[in-house]
């Protein structure tokens, strides 16, 4: 079975804070994926990788910024976090063949406050 | 850019009873997969089924299935056989065939009642 690993499942940040959320796939997956989820809305798309050193924006992607240095780990970095910023963040992977056919794997999320 | 839309927010069901999940969505593309995930409080994202946009077929996976309908861009899950186990938020999502992540509806939480 694919894990994906998130670092925290909780995590408490003040305003004006720079803030790493981790992500690690065991897979060798070559796509990873960071999300938002909030009620309402759904999961909306941040940032998303091909490969090492390769990403895009998706949806949203203002106020973040990210990393990916290595295959299995792809990093979601707040520069200063902002009270709106509090949410459940869901990072994922998925095989790049198949041309969309695969699915994503989700990790559990992090529910980040932001004070 | 793709849109997904649910437009159910909550849904119930009886226990053994079937319901019937709504997704509708936004594409110029021809070529595409379509998805539902399901999230339970434990959070965690478990792939429901999958359909592609070039099979005619709808898609069946035990209990759960969809119907398809390309040229309305309609895409609903029914659950046949609800058991309690099922409750739980549903989303509705589509993944381009060419390039890009996956778009998701905002989400129908279903309750079943025993």
């Known amino acids: 079975d694919v894990k994906v690993t998130q670092s925290s499942r909780y995590l408490v940040k003040r305003t004006g804070e720079k803030v790493f959320l981790e992500c690690v796939q065991d897979?060798?997956?070559?796509?990873m994926f960071w999300y938002r989820q909030d009620p309402g809305l759904g999961l909306r798309l941040i940032y998303f990788?091909?490969?090492?050193?390769?990403?895009e924006k998706g949806d949203i992607p203002e106020g973040y910024s990210v990393s990916r240095e290595k295959k299995e780990r792809f990093s979601l970095i707040l520069e200063s976090a902002s009270t709106n910023q509090t949410s459940m963040y869901l990072c994922?992977?998925?095989?790049?063949?198949?041309?969309?056919?695969?699915?994503?794997?989700f990790g559990n999320g992090t529910r980040l406050t932001v004070t | 850019a793709q849109t997904v839309t649910q437009s159910q927010p909550e849904m119930s069901v009886q226990e053994a009873e079937t319901v019937t999940l709504s997704c509708t969505y936004d594409?110029?593309?021809?070529?595409?997969?379509l998805f539902w995930y399901k999230q339970p409080p434990s959070r965690q994202m478990i792939l429901v089924i999958r359909?592609?946009?070039?099979?005619?077929q709808n898609a069946t996976e035990n209990r759960f299935s969809v119907n398809f309908q390309k040229a309305a861009k309609s895409f609903s899950l029914k659950i046949s056989d609800s058991q309690l186990g099922d409750a739980a938020m549903y989303f509705c999502?589509?993944?381009?065939?060419?390039?890009?992540?996956?778009?998701f509806g905002a989400g129908t939480r279903l309750t079943v009642k025993p």
């Open positions: 994922a992977s998925s095989l790049t063949g198949e041309r969309g056919k695969s699915p994503l794997h």
């Open positions: 897979m060798d997956h070559e796509n």
């Open positions: 990788s091909y490969d090492v050193k390769m990403k």
């Open positions: 594409t110029s593309e021809s070529d595409y997969y």
């Open positions: 359909q592609e946009a070039y099979k005619q």
């Open positions: 999502a589509y993944r381009s065939a060419y390039r890009g992540g996956m778009r």
